[in-house]
């Protein structure tokens, strides 16, 4: 079976050094969103980047790759997105960090096998 549903997607996109107390925010951004009852979160470590600053972070061989981008990704119904915002804000400002986050309308199509578990 087939379902499509409007959904919109939540895009984060981070450092990976960034953290909130000892935990990477990528983490704690995972969990809350868990705990926040989103249908789901996957996070994605970029190869190259650069940003406002236009500092050009890379994780080629032979230079350190400490700080490369981080993106978070989640796809849930808009009023599940509006509600785990104020809770992105806190975890934001716990790290006292700067971030990218965008926001888009998308059609979620999920596949379901006929197959009882």
């Known amino acids: 079976m087939i379902i499509n549903t409007p959904a919109q997607r939540l895009r984060i996109i981070i450092d ?3 953290k909130t107390g000892h935990t990477p925010l990528y983490e ?6 868990r ?3 989103l249908a789901g979160a996957t996070v994605w ?3 190259m980047s650069y ?3 236009s500092h050009i972070h890379t994780s080629k061989i032979l230079e350190l790759a400490s700080d490369l ?3 978070v990704e989640m796809v849930d119904s808009a009023d599940k997105i509006e509600r785990f915002l104020p809770a992105l804000a ?3 400002q716990q790290a006292g960090c700067d971030g990218l986050i965008t926001r888009e309308d998308v059609q979620a199509i999920h596949f379901e096998s006929n197959k009882s578990p």
């Not at 704690?28 to 969103?33: G, S």
């Open 16 to 18: 990976e050094t960034e």
């Open 28 to 33: 704690a951004i995972v969990h809350e969103a």
């Open 35 to 37: 705990q926040a009852g």
């Open 45 to 47: 470590r970029g190869l």
């Open 51 to 53: 940003g406002h600053t």
């Open 69 to 71: 981008p981080i993106v």
């Open 90 to 92: 806190q975890l934001f």
